[in-house]
Nanobody
């Protein structure tokens, strides 16, 4: 059974940086596309970024492009989200997701079923 655990959330001032981590277990990690999603209070969960299983290609939501960077370490079964120049509108619960044999671009398809989700980590950006 695939298990994802996020960490690294917290309170950060606008303009600051934060690094989220997602530890994966119960899967052949290198065969999974990995993504980050977020859900703000009163809003639907939205795609943030993803990284492909095959070639580490990446895809970003327009709202985070140029500020956030996704990366993965297949040796450690980890995926990371480096968040720079954060804004108050980045405040949300951030979720890690996994789906096998999927590209980063495809993970951005709305309502696409994922194989697994993490429990989420809260990120709060103060102005």
């Amino acid at each position: 059974q695939v298990h994802l655990v996020e960490s690294g959330g917290g309170l950060v001032q606008a303009g600051g940086s934060l690094r989220l981590s997602c530890a994966a277990s119960g899967l052949t990690f290198s065969t999974y596309g990995m993504g980050w999603f977020r859900q703000a209070p009163g809003k639907e969960r939205e795609f943030v970024t993803a990284i492909s299983w095959a070639d580490d290609s990446t895809h970003y939501a327009d709202s985070v492009k140029g500020r956030f960077t996704v990366s993965r370490d297949n040796a450690k079964n980890m995926v990371y989200l480096q968040m720079n120049s954060v804004k108050p509108e980045d405040t949300a619960v951030y979720y890690c997701a996994a789906r096998r044999w999927i590209t980063a671009l495809a993970m951005g398809i709305k309502d696409l079923r994922m194989d697994a989700w993490g429990q989420g980590t809260q990120v709060t950006v103060s102005s």
